[in-house]
């Protein structure tokens, strides 16, 4: 049942996302040296409840968290985009992340709180071919959870990723536009 849910979701959540920002909206940073973390602790009144601290990203130029879509500049020859807000990876949307290096993809990450929960999908070797290998990871420790198979398919201007794992009984099918992965197809 949540399937069926989940499918329509998806496919209108990538067609909206999936367009490319415009240039202007895309912030570039470099991140060894225009930014820093900062950590923050959450304490709760009810002592049933432990604090919580988490760390975020935080501009140096202007003193406040990253909010935001930005190209994230890593070394000379790479780079990735992500959204941001309040200095967190945005997920409760869709942060489809992208890493480039020596200007090709090599890494993808997808990030969905909506739609995937406390766990992410990771292409962490990303190639053309039509069957890649990939990892749902927990969002908070990075941890592998399952490993997947995922099977690209090509229809007019769209990408459809078929993921298959052991647990599911039918596939997960993520739609989203085919220019995202420039080089392929």
């Known amino acids: 049942m949540k399937q069926f849910l989940i499918i329509p979701l998806l496919f209108v959540s990538f067609l909206s996302f999936g367009q490319d920002p415009p240039k202007g ?23 049933r409840r432990f604090p919580v601290t988490y760390e975020y990203l935080v501009d140096n130029r202007n003193d406040q968290p ?5 190209k994230v500049i890593t070394g000379p020859n790479s780079f990735y985009y992500c959204k941001y807000k309040n200095g967190v990876e945005a997920n409760e949307g869709i942060n489809f992340i992208e890493y480039h290096q020596y200007g090709k993809l090599v890494r993808l990450d997808f990030k969905s709180y909506a739609i995937l929960g406390s766990k992410y999908l990771s292409v962490p070797h990303y190639s053309c071919d039509k069957k890649i290998k990939g990892f749902f990871k927990e969002v ?7 490993k997947v198979v995922i099977k690209q398919k090509i229809k007019k ?24 992965l420039k080089g392929c197809f």
Not at 140 to 146: F, G, M
């Open 157 to 180: 201007d769209t990408v459809y990723w078929i993921i298959k794992g052991s647990s599911y009984k039918k596939p997960y099918k993520l739609p989203f536009e085919k220019h995202r």
């Open 25 to 47: 909206d895309t912030l570039v940073i470099h991140l060894d040296t225009e930014t820093y973390t900062k950590t923050r602790t959450i304490e709760y009144k009810d002592p």
């Open 140 to 146: 908070t420790s990075d941890a592998i959870l399952q």
């Open 66 to 70: 990253l909010t935001g879509l930005y």
